[in-house]
């Protein structure tokens, strides 16, 4: 109810705007707005607990992907309901219910708190990355075409094709691919080793089978099409870095130009400096084996933020939930 009136004065302001100006296009704004600090501050407690993430921050990580990749990062995942109306959204119902309730509640677009939160997201995970996040995407109403996802069955070469229609190399999209190193399938079982990790180490335990991976993935790291690709990125923890930060804005600014938004980068780093303790994740040659190294530092690190994440991460969220391409 309240999304829906705030879109028809959305639209009605769009409207009059447009008679006067003939550019119904937000101005840019010249600095961050502040309110972004106070979501970050929201957010933390419902994505990072004991050290990293949590399975809200997966379906928010998630949900940044389904809403730009059928067609542009409108934020339609939420107002125009896709998110309830399309099957392969039907995991992420309660963060679409929840980041709408927040883009009201702070007053921003659905578009961007979609891939606000999901750069929060990421950085909330042991040894998730610091992305870019630009504000200042506006909402549509207009849902995405449908039948743009890919499944969790699909073969490397349809994959390729799949992204190569939509702007992306098979670098971005082996890169994006290696989100699932913090992944769980639908019955929550992990598709990685170290799934508290977002890890190159990943890319490698796809391919030696030591992981239990979608279909998808396990196609990426043995065809002749992606295997090259899989393997370069999949290389180190700063390969895989070097490839998914900018494959991340990439996709998050689907539909958009990044010159008429404003950078907020700032508000993601410093979440990431911040609070989070530093990573402990290790290069991916001996991530096999550095489980329980890996999992000492976890506990060392998150005894300094416990008790500001142990107040607001029972709230979250109970389903099963995952990233997977479905
Ligand atoms: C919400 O933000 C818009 C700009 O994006 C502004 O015009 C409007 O006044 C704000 N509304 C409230 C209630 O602060
Ligand atoms: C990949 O999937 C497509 C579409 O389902 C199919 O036409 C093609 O034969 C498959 N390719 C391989 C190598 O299996
Ligand atoms: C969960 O589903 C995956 C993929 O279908 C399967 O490989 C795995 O064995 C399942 N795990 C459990 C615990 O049921
Ligand atoms: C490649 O991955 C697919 C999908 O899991 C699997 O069916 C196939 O057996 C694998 N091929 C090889 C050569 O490992």
Request: hydrophobic letters at 35%; proline letters at 2%.
């Amino acid at each position: 109810m309240h999304s829906s009136s705030i879109i028809l004065a959305a639209s009605f302001a769009a409207i009059c705007q447009g008679y006067s100006t003939l550019r119904p296009i937000q101005k840019r704004q010249s600095s961050c707005p502040s309110v972004w600090t106070e979501v970050a501050t929201d957010l933390q407690s419902s994505f990072v607990s004991d050290g990293t993430c949590t399975d809200a921050a997966r379906q928010a990580i998630r949900l940044s992907f389904h809403d730009c990749f059928p067609g542009s990062c409108d934020g339609s995942i939420i107002t125009a309901n896709e998110c309830t109306d399309r099957g392969e959204n039907s995991q992420m119902t309660e963060i679409c219910g929840t980041l709408g309730e927040k883009s009201t509640s702070f007053n921003v677009s659905n578009a961007d708190l979609i891939q606000f939160a999901a750069a929060i997201g990421i950085a909330s995970c042991d040894g998730g990355f610091t992305t870019s996040f630009y504000a200042g995407r506006t909402d549509t109403d207009t849902a995405n075409p449908t039948g743009q996802m890919p499944g969790a069955n699909i073969n490397a070469t349809a994959l390729v094709s799949l992204f190569t229609s939509k702007g992306f190399t098979k670098t971005e999209l082996v890169a994006l691919s290696g989100a699932h190193t913090i992944g769980k399938q639908l019955n929550g079982s992990a598709m990685d080793t170290s799934v508290g990790k977002f890890d190159s180490g990943f890319y490698k335990s796809v391919s030696d089978g030591s992981a239990n991976p979608i279909n998808a993935d396990k196609y990426m790291s043995n065809s002749s099409d992606t295997k090259t690709e899989w393997n370069s990125v999949g290389a180190s923890q700063t390969s895989f870095q070097d490839a998914f930060v900018p494959a991340m804005e990439k996709m998050s600014l689907m539909g958009w130009d990044k010159a008429d938004l404003t950078d907020c980068s700032d508000i993601i780093s410093g979440f990431a400096s911040g609070s989070l303790k530093q990573s402990s994740v290790v290069e991916s040659g001996s991530s096999q084996g550095s489980t329980s190294s890996g999992d000492d530092a976890t506990k060392t690190g998150s005894a300094t933020r416990n008790g500001d994440v142990a107040r607001g991460a029972i709230l979250a969220f109970v389903s099963a939930v995952i990233i997977s391409w479905i």
